[in-house]
């Protein structure tokens, strides 16, 4: 099972600024992830939260590209579905090397929120709505929050 041995992550945020950059394909799914990011940093006690949705997966990296510098740390939120031509593996590679390129190059940590599924149940199993199995929203906030902490204290 996916999410099978997962920390449970406790982090105290106050005062961190956050974005969260989600896509906006597949509503349902996004809008489940959204809420689950929301939560995961009400949680964390983070109350400088900016959303900012784009058109799909692939613009999550120019977004959050252009937000690292202003915040403390992002969530980056989206979703991909694989069909039937090579455009999955495209922007599921794409959107991830430039997350990551992202973080690296910044010293903001990136949430990694992108769902890479085969299929749309797969998709709402893990987008923390009432029926889900997962809620990847709340752990990409918890984990970019907890990432944010941990940099601070670093000399």
């Given amino acids: 099972m996916s999410g099978h041995g997962s920390p449970q992550i406790a982090v105290d ?9 989600a896509a906006s394909w597949h509503t349902t ?3 489940g992830l959204v809420d689950g990011a929301q939560r995961g940093l009400a949680d964390a006690q983070v109350e400088d939260v900016t959303l900012v949705r784009v058109p799909g997966s692939f613009e999550l990296g120019v977004a959050c590209a252009r937000l690292a510098p202003s915040y403390d740390a992002v969530v980056a939120l989206g979703v991909v579905i694989r069909g039937g031509t090579p455009h ?3 922007v ?3 959107a991830t090397s430039a997350l990551s390129d992202i973080s690296v190059r910044t010293g903001t940590p990136v949430g990694f929120g992108l769902l890479t599924c085969d299929t749309e149940k797969q998709a709402l199993d893990r987008a923390g709505l009432p029926d889900s199995i997962e809620d990847k929203g709340h752990e990409a906030a918890t984990a970019a929050v907890a990432t944010a902490v941990t940099l601070k204290g670093l000399t």
């Fill in 88 to 90: 999955f593996d495209y």
């Fill in 29 to 31: 799914v996004m809008d």
């Fill in 13 to 21: 945020g106050t005062g961190l600024r956050v974005a969260i950059v």
């Fill in 92 to 94: 599921c590679h794409a």
